[in-house]
T-cell receptor, first 111, second 113 residues
Framework: DAGITQSPRYKITETGRQVTLMCHQT?????MFWYRQDLGHGLRLIYY???????DKGEVPDGYVVSRSKTENFPLTLESATRSQTSVYFC??????????FGPGTRLTVL | GENVEQHPSTLSVQEGDSAVIKCTYS??????FPWYKQELGKRPQLIID?????GEKKDQRIAVTLNKTAKHFSLHITETQPEDSAVYFC????????????FGKGTHLIIQP
């Protein structure tokens, strides 16, 4: 579990501000994912990446931007935060075997 | 896209009894079905998974069954213990490693002493 980390763990921001959530993994996994978790909705996929410089949209991508310049990092940016983006954000990584392993999460509050 | 339904949303069982959580999926192309356990304030932890070429898989007190024809899969926990109390999520995925998981909405399992 120590192989995937997220920062910050807690963040409070205001509507309209840009926020970047960081994700770092040391397993050299090719695949990385961002999910958000909300009560009543479970976990929903925001974006995913198959390799450096390859990203694709998931179920709920609007308002988010990702990049993957290095295999080990997969930052998620909220370009102009809205209250509806208040959530717990989980990063995950995986290898070819389909298993996905989650980071500890970032709890984001948008005021 | 894929849709995963999970039941029940809350399950209360006596310690030592068995618990069963059921999920259905909609996309016949889905071929990987993991189960995650999430304790309060923690990350989801993969506890068991099954692929579409297998009908059942066991790991100590935990088992998962898959019925591809009916598009449903289930988690079975036997001899439940207090530490089994958590929220359990099923998920489904089609294709290779690049695709994300589609999750059910979770089952809150409560083990009564």
């Amino acid at each position: 579990d120590a192989g995937i980390t997220q920062s910050p763990r807690y963040k409070i921001t205001e509507t309209g501000r840009q926020v970047t959530l960081m994700c770092h993994q040391t397993w050299s996994h090719s695949y990385m994912f961002w999910y958000r978790q909300d009560l009543g909705h479970g976990l929903r996929l925001i974006y995913y990446s198959a390799a450096a410089d390859i990203t694709d949209k998931g179920e709920v991508p609007d308002g988010y931007v990702v990049s993957r310049s290095k295999t080990e990092n997969f930052p998620l940016t909220l370009e102009s935060a809205t209250r509806s983006q208040t959530s717990v954000y989980f990063c995950a990584s995986g290898a070819l075997g389909n298993e996905q392993f989650f980071g500890p999460g970032t709890r984001l509050t948008v005021l | 896209g894929e849709n995963v339904e999970q039941h029940p949303s809350t399950l209360s069982v006596q310690e030592g009894d068995s618990a069963v959580i059921k999920c259905t999926y909609s996309d016949s192309a889905s071929n990987y079905f993991p189960w995650y356990k999430q304790e309060l304030g923690k990350r989801p932890q993969l506890i068991i998974d099954i692929r579409s070429n297998v009908g059942e898989k066991k790991d100590q007190r935990i088992a998962v069954t898959l019925n591809k024809t009916a598009k449903h899969f289930s988690l079975h926990i036997t001899e439940t213990q207090p530490e089994d109390s958590a929220v359990y999520f099923c998920a489904a995925k089609a294709g290779g490693g690049a695709d994300g998981l589609t999750f059910g909405k979770g089952t809150h399992l409560i083990i009564q002493p």
